[in-house]
């Protein structure tokens, strides 16, 4: 069968036209892409329209790609319209499986063969979302960050019956449609990012639902202290700098028995020496050759700058 490459895409169909299917038709349109989106809502042109003026500002001082234009957006009068003419088609219907189940079958029916096709979905698997599309090899997670024009995030994986090509495909085409991807290995509940996000507030709601921190409180914990260094270093560089010129493996040596003190209401793993090694060696791969005192530099540029960028330095 004759695919085009992912780079020669140049129609994306936007299923499903809120939040996140509006955002995404953003963001392709100022890649360059035509969209055509369509969802079953009867103002959902209207909503759609409303969301990509609002976002077009910003997205034209963040640069447009070449070509790109607001205009090579329409909005068509059924899915199988939509789909049929689509190089590309990102799913952004609401979160409820058997809609999706059903929605994902009636794409892949409508879709021309070997155009892949990805959900939006926050948590759901593949594995549990193809079960009844009849090509369901070609249907992938493509998960992103609301808003899609902005967070560069997405997470691409497949189910059971996807195939490699098309995980390969899309995470291939997110990255030249200006994404930055994360092709998982394999599926987990909530993918890797809500599960970061989700311990946290979990652990929010808790401190909250015990009184042992206000609201005012938990967002101020962050925005003034680690969220400003994440925008520079994940967690794992974070602690890495926190071992000073031992870096990870002196953090560990250091703070490995906190693992065991009540600091969270999630259960700490056993610091085995596998993953002992497996963190320090996580954390030499990113650093990439970088001393410690270079990243230290990187993170403290990074601080001030997040700093003034939201008029809130101090002294
Ligand atoms: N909101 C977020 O922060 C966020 C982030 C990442 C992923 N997601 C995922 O994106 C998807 C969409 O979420 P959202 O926040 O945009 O929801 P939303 O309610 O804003 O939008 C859903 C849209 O789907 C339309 N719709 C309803 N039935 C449909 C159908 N059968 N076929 C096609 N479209 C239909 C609705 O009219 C609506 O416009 C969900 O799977 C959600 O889990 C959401």
């Not at 447009?64 to 689509?86: E, H, P």
């Amino acid at each position: 069968m004759a695919r085009l490459g992912p780079g020669e895409v140049r129609t994306v169909a936007c299923i499903g036209a809120g939040v996140i299917g509006g955002g995404w038709a953003a963001h392709f349109l100022a890649r360059g892409y035509r969209v055509v989106a369509w969802d079953p809502a009867p103002d959902g042109a209207a909503r759609l329209t409303r969301l990509v003026d609002r976002a077009w500002p910003a997205l034209t001082e963040l640069g447009l790609a070449d070509g790109a234009d607001r205009d090579n957006l329409s909005f068509a009068g059924s899915l199988s319209a939509a789909v049929a003419v689509a190089d590309f088609v990102q799913e952004s219907a609401p979160e409820q499986l058997e809609l999706k189940q059903k929605l994902l079958a009636d794409i892949d029916a409508a879709t021309p063969a070997g155009v892949v096709v990805a959900s939006s979905t926050s948590g759901y698997g593949m594995t549990e979302m193809q079960t009844a599309a009849t090509t369901p090899e070609r249907l992938v997670v493509g998960h992103p960050f609301n808003p899609p024009y902005l967070i560069p995030l997405v997470e691409v994986v497949g189910g059971k019956l996807t195939e490699q090509w098309a995980v390969d495909w899309a995470s291939e085409f997110y990255r030249l449609a200006g994404k930055s991807v994360i092709t998982m290995d394999r599926e987990l509940p909530g993918f890797i990012a809500n599960r970061l996000q989700e311990a946290l507030w979990r652990e929010a709601l808790h401190m909250v639902a015990n009184g042992e921190a206000t609201v005012e409180q938990i967002d101020q914990a962050i925005t003034d202290g680690p969220g400003l260094r994440w925008p520079a270093q994940g967690p794992c560089l974070t602690f890495h700098l926190a071992g000073g010129e031992g870096g990870m493996a002196h953090m560990l040596d250091h703070f490995g028995p906190s693992l065991k003190s009540p600091w969270t209401r999630l259960e700490a793993p056993e610091l085995t020496p596998e993953l002992h090694d497996e963190m320090v060696d996580g954390c030499e791969r990113e650093a990439a050759g970088r001393s410690i005192a270079d990243l230290v530099r990187e993170r403290d540029r990074a601080i001030i700058a997040v700093q003034r960028a939201l008029g809130r330095e101090h002294g």
